[in-house]
């Protein structure tokens, strides 16, 4: 990914994975700044079901073939108030391989950061559940933002993105 990065000093945008994704990427290169959303920027950030999976391996049981069954996986994952935006989590969702999401899994469970940079910003929802605001430090917080709120909460991020990105 970084090869497909053209720009010199870039601002890294990442949700949820994507945000531990930017986060090693920055690693490597020079950026300017780190926005993370609906994400984790330490290990002890991680919720204990995903510690818990760490040590016992249980996230390998998964059933992560129900991928291919977004409106099912989306109901499991995100509740019953889905089906009036199945069309946007089919989006939001639209990678349905069985073994990369196995590895994102392993890969987000197994994430060992313990400091993270000065120039990262962190902005995370008061009702996520997937990574509760109780385990998360030193991040902006979104009123009644959930997992999924930059589909639900695009108006806040409309009107508060620019500034951060360019603060």
């Known amino acids: 990914m970084i090869a497909k990065i053209k720009h010199p000093n870039p601002v ?12 090693e990427m920055a690693k490597q ?3 300017q700044k780190i926005i993370i959303v609906s994400s984790v920027k330490l ?3 991680l919720p204990k079901r995903m510690l818990f999976a760490r040590y016992t391996k249980i996230h390998k049981l998964l059933p992560t073939g129900l991928v291919n069954n977004v409106e099912l996986l989306a109901k499991y ?7 009036k935006r199945l069309e946007l989590y089919e ?13 994102c ?8 950061q313990t400091t993270y940079p000065y120039n990262l910003v962190h902005i995370h929802g008061d009702k996520d559940t997937v990574f509760p605001i109780a385990n998360i430090s030193d991040c902006t ?3 009644n933002g959930t997992h999924t709120m ?4 695009a108006k806040w991020f409309n009107e508060h993105l620019p500034t951060i990105i360019l603060d």
């Open 12 to 23: 890294l945008i990442g949700v949820s994975l994507g945000g531990i994704l930017v986060q």
């Open 29 to 31: 290169i020079s950026v």
């Open 43 to 45: 290990k002890k950030e």
């Open 77 to 83: 994952a995100f509740g019953e108030t889905v089906v």
């Open 91 to 103: 989006k939001y969702l639209s990678i349905r391989d069985k073994y990369y999401i196995d590895w």
């Open 105 to 112: 899994i392993h890969q987000m469970v197994n994430w060992n």
């Open 141 to 143: 917080v979104v009123k």
């Open 150 to 153: 930059i589909i639900h909460r």
